[in-house]
């Protein structure tokens, strides 16, 4: 804590606000440790498994002590520095605040959704070759083969976003061994929050991951290889092209490639959302539990059908963009 502590000092907030800011993030860390979500070295909450609906819940929690609005409106927008704090050291790739609002009677705090279609755009047009202008040469980009690389990678793990719904955590713990090309199937393991399951893989899926398991992830291993031989574990799936093992860089990456593609994509959660949503109008509620792994139906009863006129009206009022 004493580094945000530095960051936010830096940032020129007084020593009064610093302490009320810092107090607010010890109120939400020790409900996390209450509510069982993961936490990370030195009880900070892991933002790789802080989810949105988090957030949510936490909100939750004050409005059932009957809270003022001021007051809970005031305790996000210090989180929020906090997830940005995390955000430019490296340690995640979004804010799960970032996208709430308080206002009025209202508790539900939704994403804007993308319909199947303009997720399947974004996978489908998502470049893997790029070239250099010579105007930008003056930059100093990467080598135009790492950033190939690193495209070819990010893309196999869009797909699996849009296609099986993967929140990044269960991304950053793929290992080879768990893609099943024969089978055209991916096994995902559980986390504290989730229940482990085998998804089917759409056959551009198997072919693209073959190519990428055998050829694109051999080099990023060799580079990573000459330049930090001590790095990540050999048999994970996903691989960082520099020297830090974070995987959140990459995802902040990704992320940002895909706001450029379509400016309704604000959180790679968003997309999950979105795929999850979709799932409900083709399947009974607890096959999508089981596809999206959920330990409880009732976290996916929140992605019902019957609420989406609701969303589109919340959305039309109390989105913050």
């Not at 050291?89 to 605040?97: K, L």
């Not at 799936?237 to 902040?252: E, I, M, R, T, Y």
């Not at 009206?313 to 963009?321: G, Q, R, S, V």
């Amino acid at each position: 804590m004493n580094k945000f502590k530095e960051w936010l000092q830096i940032k020129g907030y007084s020593s009064k606000t610093v302490d009320t800011i810092i107090k607010a993030v010890e109120y939400f860390l020790s409900w996390a440790e209450k509510e069982n979500l993961p936490t990370g070295q030195a009880g900070i909450t892991d933002i790789s498994e802080t989810s949105h609906n988090d957030i949510i819940a936490y909100i939750q929690h004050y409005n059932i002590k009957c809270t003022a609005k001021k007051t809970i409106a005031h305790y996000i927008l210090h989180l929020k520095k906090y997830f940005d704090w995390l955000m430019s050291e490296g340690e995640a790739s979004d804010n799960p605040c970032s996208n709430i609002k308080i206002k009025g009677i209202k508790r539900r705090v939704l994403y804007e959704l993308l319909s199947m279609e303009e997720l399947e755009n974004l996978y489908d047009n998502y470049t893997t070759e790029i070239t250099i202008a010579k105007t930008d040469t003056m930059k100093c980009p990467p080598p135009v083969q790492l950033q190939q690389l690193a495209r070819r990678r990010n893309k196999i793990i869009l797909g699996l976003i849009v296609y099986q719904g993967l929140r990044t955590e269960e991304l950053i713990k793929l290992q080879i061994i768990d893609v099943k090309l024969r089978e055209g199937k991916v096994f995902i393991a559980g986390t504290k929050r989730s229940n482990d399951r085998t998804l089917k893989l759409e056959s551009p899926q198997v072919f693209e991951l073959l190519d990428y398991i055998n050829d694109t992830r051999k080099q990023i291993l060799q580079h990573k290889r000459n330049t930090s031989p001590a790095g990540e574990m050999e048999g994970a799936l996903f691989l960082n092209l520099g020297d830090s093992d974070n995987k959140n860089n990459l995802f902040a990456v990704l992320l940002s490639h895909l706001k450029k593609m379509n400016s309704k994509v604000k959180t790679l959660e968003q997309l999950r959302a979105s795929v999850i949503t979709h799932w409900i109008k083709l399947y009974n509620l607890r096959k999508v539990q089981i596809m999206a792994g959920h330990r409880y139906i009732s976290s996916t009863e929140a992605y019902k059908a019957n609420n989406l006129d609701d969303l589109k009206e919340d959305i039309t009022k109390y989105h913050p963009f």
